[in-house]
């Protein structure tokens, strides 16, 4: 019938344009203005909730989207097929971006923690040039040293944003990390780079910083 394939075809064509608008350069700025801590924001015209996840019986705390949801053991085995599973990775079914951690049995004191992202480095640079690292930091609270890294890494069909910290939970180096796909970087790294400042101990009040050094 002709009436219906010209009403199908008007839907696709504003179904098109609809998708042009989402990831246009024009909104992509407008939306980047926006912070996790606003309540509700748009992510490609996508509304979307943060708060923040308390996690390891509460004793830290990482602000992501409110309706991410714990991924089975089987869907972390899917996403995750090359070995060193987390422990924990949160998502939700239409952001490519996922959450977690994995608590190590690493045992490294807090006042070593800044050290141990040269540690870190070293491991990456050793697989070889399929990671590039972007910048590193250290962030020190009252209590705490929080090191941090951005890098991209590569697979045989994409490339991968990773921003990953590193901090001493108890005496054990608990890793956690944040990524998506490279093609969404210029939306979703300012996004990620509040997420990861997020990060906190439940034990201080503030994550206050009484020192701060980024390494480019």
Request: aromatic share 10%.
């Amino acid at each position: 019938m002709p009436e219906l394939d010209e009403e199908l075809i008007k839907k696709r064509e504003l179904l098109e344009q609809f998708e042009r608008e989402r990831f246009s350069q024009e909104n992509i700025e407008k939306e980047k203005s926006q912070s996790i801590y606003d309540g509700e924001i748009l992510v490609n015209m996508v509304p979307v909730t943060f708060a923040e996840r308390l996690f390891l019986d509460g004793k830290v705390g990482i602000w992501m989207p409110e309706d991410f949801e714990e991924l089975t053991p089987e869907e972390v085995a899917v996403s995750y097929p090359l070995g060193n599973k987390p422990d924990k990775v949160y998502s939700n079914s239409y952001l490519d971006l996922a959450v977690g951690y994995n608590y190590t049995q690493h045992e490294v004191p807090d006042e070593y923690m800044g050290d141990f992202l040269k540690i870190a480095r070293l491991a990456l640079e050793r697989t070889g040039p399929k990671v590039r690292i972007l910048s590193e930091k250290v962030r020190k609270t009252k209590k705490h040293t929080i090191s941090s890294i951005e890098i991209i890494s590569h697979t045989i069909t994409e490339s991968i944003y990773n921003l990953m910290y590193f901090t001493s939970l108890d005496g054990r180096v608990l890793l956690g990390f944040i990524n998506f796909n490279c093609k969404n970087r210029e939306r979703y790294k300012p996004m990620a780079r509040e997420m990861i400042a997020s990060f906190r101990f439940t034990d201080e009040e503030e994550d206050q910083k009484d020192g701060c050094e980024d390494r480019e």
